[in-house]
Each structure stands twice: as structure tokens, then as C-alpha cells.
């Protein structure tokens, strides 16, 4: 793969990579410091915590958790070889946050975390949506089996409410806060990712057709009432939202 991509051409992508999700996350910023609030709380009195971050991107959220949990392990978990590099290379790899290469869902994902012991936490951002109702339901069995008694598994993603107008509101909140907020977002996504492969720096870590970056998208677009269902059969005790702006929630569930 190459000897890696430079601290400075890391910290121009990743920069680019904060700005652009932007878009796909309304209050993104407070909506991860609400996820950093809620592990900090959950884990009070407890140390050497172990937090695992599920399709972390390059890290912004893994590192927030590093710096705010002072002797916590942080485990920043993606399938994508490039995203991974840029975080390797921008906030460093070491005991307290380390980069690991796993397909969410996929046979032996959980395996390749290495880990040696029961978790305090897992947390994701914008990750999961993706995962059909059954996948999904397998995800959240795995988290299950991951977290220690009375860990959280705290996600953070587009999960909108049950009733159908109310849900239709929801999306019109997202919506016109985006309209807002585009002006100074001048990327998205796509251009992103079509940028990145024109950059001769970072082509060795693009992924290969024969080892996909990301999972296919099955877009099951479950209310919170279907998350909630799924998380209690996986065997999670308590399961409630903590923060909503629109259809952007923090959903949290106590193992």
C-alpha cells in the first residue's frame, strides 16, 4: 500500500471529510459532544474504559473520546483502507486510539477488533443506517455480546419519529436547517470521494473492487419504534432518546 500519507496532506482531507458530513448531520458538532457527554456519564467512576467507535470515518468522534476519557482505549473501527490511513496519519495510532479494518456485520467483524475483554461503550455517528432490518438486528446481537452489564451502545444517526406527519415535520426541520446551513458547505459526499481519487497521495489506499470500502446500502429507514424493538430483542434493557433535532437523534441503549 504505499509508506503512507503525509500529517499534511492527512489534515487537509480529514478537514475536507468534517466539512462535508456536515450536510448529512444536522448540529453535528453538538450532536457528537452529546455522545461524548453520554459515555462520560455513563462510565463515571469506572477507569481504563474501553469505547469502540463503529464506522468511525477518519476519527473525529474516536479522538473526542480519547482526549475527554483520560485512560480510556478507543477502538475507531471502518471497513475503508483510505479513511483509516488519514486517521493513522492525522491523530495517531496507539494504545489509546487505534485504527481497525472491519465490515460492520460481516462474519468475524467482531473478531477483528482484537479485544480481550468486555466493552464500556460503543458508539456511532451517521454509520448504521445503512443495514437492512435483519442485518441490523444481527449488529445490535453482536453490541449485545460486546458491552459489559450496564454499558451503552450510543448511536447517532437519521432516526425518525413513529407517526407519519410527525415524521414528515421532522424531515422539513432537517431540511430547511440544511438550506441553511449549505452556504458555507461548498461539498458533498460524492465530491469528496471524486477529489480524493485525483489525489496521487492518497490512490494506493482506495479500495479495490475485490475488497469493498463500504457495505451495500439497504436503506430500511426503521422509525425509533423499529430500533427500539430490535435493540430489546438483542437483549439491551433500556432504550430512549436523548437528543433529536429533526430526524437527527441520539438514541441510547443500556446493556
Known amino acids: 500500500m504505499g509508506s503512507g500519507v503525509s500529517a499534511t496532506t492527512a489534515a487537509r482531507w480529514v478537514e475536507r471529510w468534517e466539512c462535508q458530513q ?33 464506522g468511525s470515518g477518519p476519527g473525529a468522534l474516536a ?63 451517521t454509520a448504521l443506517h445503512y443495514l437492512g432490518r435483519d442485518a441490523l438486528g444481527g449488529v445490535y446481537r ?6 459489559r452489564p450496564g454499558g451503552v451502545f450510543v448511536n447517532g444517526d437519521h432516526i425518525g419519529p413513529d407517526a407519519p406527519r410527525i415524521r414528515d415535520l421532522a424531515l422539513d426541520v432537517a431540511r430547511r436547517h440544511a438550506d441553511r446551513s449549505l452556504d458555507a458547505l461548498h461539498e458533498d459526499w460524492e465530491s469528496w470521494w471524486s477529489g480524493a481519487a485525483e489525489d496521487p497521495e492518497l490512490a494506493p489506499f482506495l479500495s479495490c473492487p475485490d475488497t469493498p470500502g ?8 426503521l422509525p425509533v419504534s423499529g430500533h427500539a424493538a430490535l435493540l430489546h430483542e438483542a437483549g439491551f434493557a433500556q432504550v430512549g432518546t436523548v437528543w433529536q433535532h429533526g430526524t437527527s437523534r441520539v438514541l441510547v441503549a443500556v446493556r
Do not use: K, M, N
Request: proline letters at 5%.
Open 22 to 54: 456536515q450536510r448529512y448531520a444536522v448540529d453535528r458538532e453538538e450532536r457528537c459532544t452529546v455522545i461524548a457527554d453520554v459515555v462520560e456519564h455513563a462510565g463515571r467512576g469506572r477507569s481504563g474504559q474501553v469505547v469502540v467507535d463503529l
Open 142 to 147: 453482536d453490541l449485545a455480546g460486546l458491552l
Open 214 to 221: 463500504h457495505p451495500p446500502c439497504e436503506d430500511p429507514d
Open 63 to 125: 479522538a473526542r473520546l480519547a482526549a475527554r476519557l483520560p485512560g480510556a482505549r478507543v477502538l475507531a473501527v471502518d471497513a475503508d483502507p483510505l479513511l483509516l490511513e488519514l486517521g493513522r496519519a492525522y491523530y495517531g495510532d496507539g494504545d489509546r486510539l487505534r485504527f481497525v479494518r472491519a465490515l460492520i456485520g460481516a462474519p468475524g467483524w467482531r473478531e477483528a477488533l482484537g479485544l480481550d475483554r468486555q466493552v464500556d461503550a460503543v458508539v456511532s455517528t
